[in-house]
């Protein structure tokens, strides 16, 4: 995917440095202000747990353009939207969605880049998410 080799480049020198430096995958998706904050008090507790936004919006934002370009182009991420916008229990609304995949991209572009490897679209979203999105080859 020579688009996620220029992306990379771009999240690596602009908003996140060297991807190597960080430990865990949650680093950069609390740098990029996608992790999940709670809001409750005393009786009162709401329903959705939004993205607390605390990080850098620059990264935000080429991580969601990631993702659009990911649902609409490939197949695997496209499944795995679709699968978002449509199971059971608790589905999500689009932009949700999109924000989801977005998380799943970061986790993808940093094993690439600790393991040094190449994308693989037969291991992208793990043996068990592809059987359960009918991907299985």
């Not at 620059?58 to 969601?64: C, D, I, P």
């Not at 993702?67 to 689009?94: C, D, I, S, V």
């Amino acid at each position: 995917m020579h688009e996620v080799r220029v992306i990379h480049a771009k999240l690596e020198l602009g908003e996140v440095g060297d991807l190597r430096r960080y430990a865990d995958w949650r680093q950069l998706r609390k740098l990029a202000g996608y992790n999940l904050t709670e809001n409750t008090s005393g009786q009162r507790d709401r329903s959705r747990t939004p993205i607390s936004k605390r990080g850098r919006p620059g990264l935000r934002h080429v991580l969601y353009q990631m993702a659009m370009t990911a649902a609409a182009k490939n197949r695997e991420f496209r499944a795995l939207y679709e699968h978002f916008r449509t199971r059971q229990q608790n589905p999500l609304k689009g932009k949700q969605a999109l924000v989801a995949l977005a998380c799943k991209l970061l986790r993808v572009l940093f094993t690439l880049v600790r393991k040094q490897c190449s994308y693989d679209p037969a291991r992208a979203l793990g043996a068990w998410r592809a059987e359960q999105l009918g991907l299985a080859a």
